[in-house]
């Protein structure tokens, strides 16, 4: 039955400008999920000038040839709509949610942005934009308690060539610098429709709506070949320890193993490591730590994993009076003890359990089905893979889960004291 | 080739069916709320407890939320850890949330688990433990978040506004509580407060899923049909007064920004001009497009983002506009507030309240597209004692809205000259910027917003 449910029925063709399309029609609620990603992230950003791409997703909400500044905004959410972008260390992505009726409004919006961008550009929109995502910056990372971490570990984990060793907003010294020229000539490079693919997902009629694609992104011209990202493969030749003062009460451990990308043979096995460690009130360092020995106030851990690489991390912040030190030692333990003495078939059944109903809790809302395709597209160039990727984790066995986490988590690491301040 | 220049016209809008909400009741008499949505195999249901913190002893501040955190550490046959296990065999996920006004614990999970699940629930709100190690724990970690709060200027901020709007009253302290109440809670103050407060008379239940109404009756008599608590217990409240205009800061030693709130009391959710007022928001700063979000985002770059709201406790209300400004704006975004504050009172635009009112009408299907979506509608109207019909008469409502009805919401509903003003971040640079703003001295405050000589 979670099969069926989990089986998605699309249309998936190309443009001759090389734009993919890809249909999910659904007649079960009035509304049109709208989602565009475009193969560029941080990761395509050169040391020097990062946070170009998440700057540039800010640029597209500023207007285009047809559509004054604020305009996106203004059109949705007149028609009722929601709207937004994000951008990760792979990717951007642009979306809209309307009432059904209003389908053609996002493909005219999207269109507009991916066809005439230039056009729209000017100096005060971007020194306006410098301005806000400072202040987006300021706002996430400097003024968070423990907001500077996350950049600290990275750009030790990974080399200073490596794309992921910078943030994704970027280094606030590189946003200030950017300049007219860079952007247009960011647009040129990685915004053509061969970089991008458009989902249309919900309450639409299919023939309608395919002749309204061709017409409104049809004549936008096809870009050069996007220029392939170099990367090298990681190794810490030694544990780093770095100690971090920030305006925090307790003091905070980070700790990051290199690991594989996604999709990769040991991926959904490393999610089920971190399930088994950390992620309820019975998984084994919550159990430990929080629970029994309380020694800290939270613990979490996660294998992020992305198109070039991965890392595994765990986070556990101590409780006053407990030394970083036991904690980390008491992590440690914990891991060895799982690599010598195996996981139980409840802590499998269990981590597993709770990943097959979320696959289907997560098909209630539309624009995460919709961005969920492109996901899915994107790594493994295949939409309908929800069923693949809940497989990937029902086939993984006891022993997969130990041999990866004895694969990577005996290696060298990235040590990160956050501590307060003297 | 087509027409770029002009935004495509809409089709003919798509109806959409309002789902249907059945008022039931329960054998021991607790209101059931049922709504059948079918499209996925899955049930949500919602145990809404009208026992927040403000029937926390004024001494024990924090005692409704440690309760919240403590009802599920432990309950029938099973200890803490081994009911979280019976959930997650299911692939059921079960949460409580908590405010001033409730404790709401809900729980998702498939159709064919459901009736486990629910045993399970009402083994919680029907057998808690409450051991003293279980408390001891839990206790011990909420004194460590409050420490840890100390960190993050956005909670003090608005802690601190809190305090000075809300005075005496219970709306004044976080739900969390404070270090020196907390640290006066012991086990047997969470055993009173399950008996008193958190009681079958304080509950709704609200179920939104694929079943019939005779299932959702039987299987939840069945398991809270016994419920038999029907003590009430009251408190009372009384609103405080709007007064002129004070500003007010908390130190944060080096931040680089500062967290802005500015507001004042408002009206409760059940004003005549509710919805009025909420066209009139949206125009000020209820969405992107709104003008203080315009004007100190898109026009002066001073922030990430800026917003109002009409905030809607059980028994008061407030208005609250809030950013998070470079420090160095801390003054300049202040006054630009103000501004708009006192231009929402003498100008609104036809088009702007034509736009308002499209935006409002034309996302309210949306609000229904998931199974927690609807059942936190009916939960708002539930927390108000609203009718269940102010959902189908919401749009019809807002289209009937005459234009000088929204300009007379702004008269009566934002007040320039009776701010409160709270700014956190750097003494030596905030103190000086708000002083140009008023022509006084502001006012510091500590972390809780209790006044500093």
């Not at chain 2, 009409?310 to 609250?320: I, R, V």
């Not at chain 2, 971040?425 to 708000?434: F, H, I, M, P, T």
């Amino acid at each position: 039955m979670t099969k069926n449910l989990l089986k998605i029925d699309y249309e998936k063709y190309s443009l001759a400008n090389g734009l993919q399309v890809i249909l999910y029609p659904d007649q079960s609620f009035p509304l049109v999920a709208v989602n565009v990603w475009y193969r560029v992230g941080s990761a395509n950003e050169q040391p020097g000038k990062t946070g170009f791409a998440h700057l540039f997703e800010h640029m597209m909400f500023q207007g285009s040839q047809n559509i004054p500044k604020e305009g996106h905004f203004r059109y949705v959410q007149e028609a009722g709509g929601s709207l937004n972008g994000s951008t990760s260390i792979d990717r951007t992505n642009y979306f809209e949610t309307v009432p059904a009726n209003y389908f053609e409004l996002p493909l005219w919006l999207e269109s507009d942005r991916m066809g005439f961008m230039i056009p729209g550009l000017t100096q005060e929109k971007l020194d306006n934009q410098k301005d806000v995502v400072m202040n987006e910056r300021r706002q996430h990372y400097e003024n968070q308690p423990y907001g500077m971490a996350w950049e600290k570990l990275f750009s030790n984990l990974f080399s200073a060539d490596h794309p992921y060793s910078w943030p994704t907003i970027g280094w606030m010294e590189d946003i200030a610098k950017f300049e007219l020229d860079d952007v247009k000539n960011f647009f040129r490079t990685y915004y053509c429709p061969n970089n991008a693919t458009l989902v249309v997902g919900g309450n639409f009629n299919v023939p309608r709506t395919k002749d309204l694609i061709e017409k409104y992104f049809e004549n936008i011209p096809k870009g050069i070949t996007v220029p392939e990202i170099k990367i090298f493969r990681q190794n810490l030749s030694e544990t780093k320890k770095i100690i971090l003062e920030d305006n925090v009460q307790l003091p905070r451990i980070y700790l990051a193993w290199h690991t594989e990308k996604a999709f990769s043979t040991n991926d959904a096995a490393l999610d089920i490591l971190s399930d088994i460690l950390t992620s309820s009130k019975n998984a084994r360092l919550q159990k430990s730590l929080v629970f029994e020995k309380q020694i800290v106030q939270d613990i979490s851990s996660f294998q992020y994993s992305a198109k070039l690489d991965g890392s595994f991390i765990i986070v556990s912040t101590a409780k006053p009076g407990i030394e970083l030190e036991v904690v980390k030692n008491e992590i440690e333990n914990g891991i060895t003890n799982l690599i010598s003495n195996g996981i139980t078939d409840d802590e499998l059944m269990r981590a597993k359990n709770s990943l097959k109903s979320s696959y289907i809790y997560s098909l209630q809302k539309l624009d995460l089905i919709v961005d969920h395709l492109n996901h899915y597209n994107f790594f493994l160039n295949e939409p309908d893979s929800f069923v693949f990727d809940l497989s990937r984790y029902e086939n993984v066995t006891r022993e997969q889960v130990v041999e990866a986490a004895k694969k990577y988590l005996l290696n060298h690491k990235v040590e990160l004291n956050v501590v307060p301040k003297e | 080739m087509i027409d770029r220049s002009t935004a495509p016209a809409p089709g003919k809008s798509l109806l959409f069916n309002l789902p249907e909400v059945k008022e039931l009741e329960l054998a021991n008499g607790i209101k059931l709320f049922f709504v059948r949505k079918e499209k996925l195999p899955i049930i949500f249901t919602d145990v809404l407890v009208l026992a927040g913190s403000k029937f926390d002893p004024p001494n024990k501040r924090g005692l409704g939320y440690l309760t919240s955190l403590l009802i599920d550490e432990g309950a029938g046959e099973y200890d803490s850890l081994q009911l979280s296990d019976e959930f997650e065999k299911l692939g059921s996920i079960f949460s409580i949330t908590s405010n001033h006004d409730l404790i709401s614990m809900t729980l998702l999970s498939m159709k064919e688990n459901f009736s486990r699940s629910l045993e399970l629930l009402s083994k919680i709100i029907l057998t808690p433990r409450f051991e003293e190690k279980d408390f001891t724990r839990e206790k011990k970690k909420v004194l460590d978040r409050i420490l840890q709060l100390k960190d993050e200027p956005a909670f003090i901020a608005s802690t601190a506004f809190e305090k000075i709007l809300f005075g005496e009253t219970y709306y004044a302290y976080p739900e969390i509580g404070l270090e020196n109440t907390v640290a006066e809670i012991y086990n047997n103050d969470v055993k009173k407060f399950y008996q008193d407060i958190f009681t079958a008379a304080n509950t709704k239940l609200i179920v939104v899923g694929n079943l019939t109404e005779e299932e959702a009756v039987e299987q939840f008599n069945k398991y809270l049909g016994s419920w038999n608590s029907f003590i009430k217990t009251y408190v009372t409240f009384e609103m405080p007064k709007r007064n002129p205009t004070k500003l007010f800061f908390v130190h944060k030693e080096n931040s680089a920004q500062s967290e802005i709130r500015v507001g004042h009391i408002a009206k409760k959710r059940d004003a005549a001009d509710y919805i009025p007022t909420r066209i009139m928001n949206t125009i000020l700063g209820g969405q992107f497009s709104s003008r203080i979000n315009h004007n100190l985002r898109e026009d002066k770059g001073f922030t990430y983002g800026a917003s109002s709201v009409y905030q809607y406790y059980q028994d008061a209300g407030s208005f609250e506009v809030s950013t998070a400004v470079n420090i160095e704006n801390t003054g300049a975004s202040v006054s630009e507030i103000i501004k708009e504050l006192e231009g929402i009172r003498k100008n609104i635009s036809p088009e702007e309240i034509e736009f308002a009112k499209s935006y409002l009408i034309k996302q309210f299907p949306s609000r229904f597209e998931t199974y927690s979506q609807v059942a936190k509608n009916i939960e708002q109207l539930l927390i108000h004692k609203l009718s269940i019909n102010e959902l189908a008469d919401y749009t019809a409502k807002i289209e009937a809205t005459a234009n000088e009805d929204v300009n007379k919401s702004a008269l009566e509903n934002v007040f320039p000259d009776e701010l409160v003003v709270v700014a956190v971040g750097d003494r030596e640079k905030v103190s000086a910027q708000l002083k140009n703003v008023a022509g006084n001295d502001a006012i510091e405050l500590d972390n809780n917003g209790n006044v500093l000589n």
